[in-house]
């Protein structure tokens, strides 16, 4: 496994696995001092825990995988409330037990090495180790009682996360919506007071309705005098290309157009955009399109879920006042011909047969 990639690890537990090479030692490094760095230790402390992650895992490098490459280490860490435990596993089997339980300094003292085991032995409140089958493994334990430290970030877990609060959003900003939907007296109002609402959380350079060569006339007056809504004959080549698209389409330059076989020269000065489509009923009314001068950041990303919903919405919306519009239409044509009806009846009643005994 590259070291670039996370072991699935239990909750509070960070583990990598790394081949016996120093070059990556410094990138693990400062992994490590990242994940324990937003709590309250001060720059003394992680000075000292830069020295004895370096010193541990430089260890079970030179001296339980002899420096091959072809050999790899386990590197974990763990964060309690009160406590800082750092771990490595190498294929050797260590040092001897009186030198783990009183280490002490070469007695040369321009000596390159021979210190390691003495500085992990005198910053740890607890020094453990165990061997096996697989090896030699040895912890630091550091207790901070008086510091509330947070739990370190677990990738996986983090993501599950991130998806549930971006699906927790879209949920809500969908519960709220349709209850506009329902309260609002027409198409035009509902449409821009949700646009209203989704820029009041997510801010854009902007943001508008383009309507499609397919929409419906009813649509097209009630959305026509609304100052997002952009109509296929006014707006340029360009957007009236991006109103045809049929999929959802999300862009954080110029060139990530291009290798979605998407060319359109005038937006090579827009940042980033994305383009949803709005169908529903099998009618394509047109798009949400939303241009900004920078890219996307991980955080505004999560407002493409929601702005999803609210296209999945206007579509509903345009299609019920289109089927409106079409039952309206039925209506009138149903009481015309009631009305010729009376009339005919009128002018030309209609006699009883005569009665017969057979």
């Known amino acids: 496994m590259s070291y670039h990639e996370t072991l699935t690890p239990p909750i509070g537990v ?3 696995t790394i081949p016996a090479d120093t070059s990556l030692v410094s990138t693990l ?103 096996g089958t697989h090896g030699f493994f040895l912890e630091v334990v550091k207790y901070y009682p008086s510091q509330g430290l947070p739990l370190p970030g677990n990738p996986e877990i983090d993501s599950v996360i991130d998806e549930l609060s971006s699906c927790y959003e879209s949920l809500s900003v969908f519960h709220r919506l349709t209850e506009n ?16 609402e989704f820029l009041s959380l997510h801010p854009l ?53 291009t290798r979605q076989n998407i060319t ?29 001068k920078h890219s996307i950041s991980s955080v505004q990303r999560r407002s493409l879920g929601t702005l999803r919903t609210l296209a999945d919405l206007c579509g509903i919306a345009c299609a019920n006042t289109h089927l409106s519009n079409i039952r309206d239409e039925s209506q009138k044509d149903l009481r015309e011909l009631e009305i010729a009806v009376d009339i005919q009846k009128a002018l030309l009643p209609i006699i009883p047969p005569p009665k017969s005994d057979r």
């Open 14 to 16: 960070v583990r990598y």
């Open 29 to 131: 490094r400062k992994r490590f001092i990242d994940s324990i760095s937003n709590g309250e230790l001060n720059d003394s402390d992680l000075a000292q825990w830069t020295l004895v992650f370096s010193e541990l895992v430089f260890n079970a490098i030179f001296h339980g995988a002899k420096n091959n490459p072809d050999h790899s280490i386990n590197v974990e860490w763990s964060i309690t409330q009160n406590s800082i435990i750092l771990g490595a596993l190498d294929p050797g089997q260590g040092p001897a037990d009186e030198a783990l339980k009183s280490p002490s300094l070469p007695s040369d003292p321009t000596a390159e090495s021979g210190r390691g085991l003495f500085i992990l032995h005198d910053f740890a409140d607890e020094l453990r180790h165990s061997r």
């Open 181 to 196: 939907l329902i309260e609002s007296g027409n198409l035009r109002d509902f449409i821009g007071s949700s646009l209203d």
């Open 205 to 257: 350079d902007t943001i508008f309705f383009l309507g499609s060569s397919t929409l419906p006339e009813r649509v097209r007056e009630a959305l026509n005098k609304a100052n997002w809504f952009l109509d296929q004959e006014d707006a340029d080549p360009t957007l009236r290309t991006l109103g045809t698209l049929t999929r959802e389409t999300v862009w954080e330059n110029f060139e990530d157009l």
């Open 264 to 292: 359109f020269k005038s937006l090579s000065s827009v940042g980033a955009g994305c383009v949803f489509p709005i169908v529903a009923g099998g009618i394509h009314f047109g798009a949400l399109i939303a241009l900004r």
